[in-house]
């Protein structure tokens, strides 16, 4: 259902309802962008995640006892 702009004055509940606040490709380029930063982010963390593993087998490997 439609709303007619000359039924509903603009003050009202209605009027303010039917109009979006942010256009369409305001949301897909902030979607986007969010997507973007957060590869990124998984991009720089996985490396540093799988060295400090690395590290601690090595430093597990260095300590242990020779029976």
Do not use: C, Y
Not at 11 to 18: D, L, V
Request: net charge positive; aromatic share 14%; charged share 15%.
């Amino acid at each position: 259902m439609a709303i007619d702009p000359e039924v509903i004055p603009p003050t009202s509940h209605k009027a303010k309802e039917g109009f979006k606040r942010l256009p369409r490709w305001a949301i897909f380029s902030i979607g986007s962008l969010g997507v973007f930063f957060f590869i990124s982010f998984l991009q720089s963390l996985l490396p540093l995640i799988g060295m400090v593993f690395l590290l601690a087998f090595i430093w597990n490997q260095a300590n242990k006892k020779i029976s």
